[in-house]
């Protein structure tokens, strides 16, 4: 009589029922949190913009609503700040409103050109771009303004132009050539070291000679988000980063202003010699804490009446939060969420190096300065002259601002379906290397 062999239990399992091995116990075992929220991500999106010809476009109208309603709340917001400030300087409460009105005019227009023509074909301006932002960084230190303490301006007719805001658009579109051309070569570190890295330093270097360490710090952002989307080994970032925070403690140890207002946020005192750097930040603090939920209405901030100086730039944050309250920061949160949600859905879409390299750098420049302006408002940063992208003063900032979103809604409506999108205004052919290929789901018929 032969016996049947039994299966020996794994040792330090006892005990186990027959037929539930180790494949059944993994099929059986949840899955991880961050595996259900990617798949709830993937299948909201799946819902929202449908799939292959069937795309509605979601994406492109996330972007496009979210872009205009953080312009539009921000000249709503530059006219209630700087209403007071320009009445006791004994000009028109509407004057700032209204030039910041009118470059959010040409900046949508300019958008909207941007966003119906082949963005490949920008690779042609890529080096006139990055040598006229040098020269013009180079021109602003001869015979530019100076604002407080800052050489970052021209007077163009009475009308100051920053020629920094437009270097980071310049930046970006150069990068992205540049790193698209010799994408098979970024292993080596020559190749990620030339030429990318020593034009970046320069318009840096020009940058900071200005004092604008704030801009600096966004163009460093830049550069760094283009060689991450180009796929440059993360080993470079940890050699960089060592080398930039040896750099910025450099900066800040031989400079008296910047240590003052790093050990006034540190220390909430003020400085040896009486400054108190923390004066703008502190009193930021006390419009966002008298806000409360929902605000003391449109118009009616007490801070902007000179207790937090130039409101209506750096600071605009903090009247939003002292006139609209918490849920007014929410909705600008939100709106910021949404925009970031949006273009990083571009950015994962995109085959070619070039469009994930431009699209990628354009998303961490405004997240990644928006994030910077709302941390120094809400005092988890010391003191740094950044704008709030789309809101904060500024005509240079905003207009660069919206033409980085035509660029990004340019690669957003080749994602369409072609039957509902929108068709090209200019149509510029792409010749020779400019040539990239096209997505097999959503390019098979022209536009």
């Known amino acids: 009589m032969v016996s049947t062999p039994t299966r020996r239990q794994p040792a330090g399992r006892p005990g186990r029922p027959a037929g539930t091995g180790s494949t059944a116990t993994k099929a059986q075992r949840p899955a991880p949190v961050t595996v259900r929220l990617r798949k709830a991500y993937r299948s909201f999106w799946s819902a929202l913009e449908g799939n292959g010809t069937s795309r509605n476009g979601s994406t492109y109208y996330l972007i496009l609503g979210s872009t205009l309603a953080l312009t539009a709340i921000g000249i709503m917001m530059v006219l209630s700040a700087s209403s007071v400030e320009s009445i006791a300087a004994g000009k028109s409460p509407y004057g700032d409103a209204l030039k910041q009105g009118m470059f959010a005019g040409i900046g949508i227009f300019t958008m909207f050109v941007l966003s119906r023509i082949n963005v490949v074909w920008l690779k042609r301006l890529a080096w006139p771009a990055i040598m006229a932002a040098m020269v013009l960084l180079a021109l602003v230190q001869v015979v530019g303004a100076e604002v407080n303490g800052n050489k970052n301006w021209i007077d163009l007719g009475g009308i100051t132009f920053q020629p920094s805001e437009a270097s980071k658009l310049a930046l970006a579109l150069w990068m992205a050539t540049v790193l698209a051309m010799k994408a098979k070569l970024l292993r080596r570190w020559q190749h990620v070291f030339v030429p990318a890295i020593p034009v970046a330093v320069i318009v840096i270097g020009l940058v900071l000679i200005g004092n604008d360490l704030g801009t600096a710090m966004i163009i460093m952002m830049i550069a760094a988000a283009a060689l991450f989307f180009a796929g440059v080994p993360l080993y470079f970032f940890g050699i960089a980063g060592l080398l930039g925070a040896a750099g910025a403690a450099v900066m800040a140890i031989t400079s008296s202003n910047r240590m003052c207002r790093i050990t006034s946020w540190w220390t909430g005192e003020s400085c040896a010699d009486g400054i108190d750097a923390n004066y703008q930040a502190t009193n930021g603090l006390y419009g966002l804490a008298s806000g409360g939920w929902f605000g003391v ?74 994030t910077v302006n709302m941390s120094v408002v809400t005092g988890l940063m010391p003191v740094i002259g950044v704008p709030l992208p789309f809101i904060s003063y500024g005509g240079s900032a905003l207009l660069m601002s919206l033409c980085a979103i035509g660029v990004v809604l340019s690669l ?36």
């Open 412 to 447: 957003a409506r080749e994602q369409m379906a072609p039957a509902i999108r929108p068709k090209r205004m200019l149509k510029f052919k792409a010749t020779g290397r400019e040539k990239a290929p096209r997505n097999k789901k959503t390019a098979r018929k022209r536009a």
């Open 297 to 370: 209405g449109l118009g009616q901030s007490r801070q902007k009446y000179s207790w937090i100086p130039e409101a209506h730039n750096d600071f605009i944050f903090a009247i939003i939060g002292e006139e609209l309250g918490l849920v007014g920061t929410v909705v600008v949160l939100i709106l910021f969420a949404i925009l970031g949600a949006a273009i990083y859905r571009v950015v994962v879409a995109q085959e070619d190096t070039f469009h994930r390299v431009l699209a990628g750098t354009i998303m961490v420049w405004l997240l990644g300065q928006a």
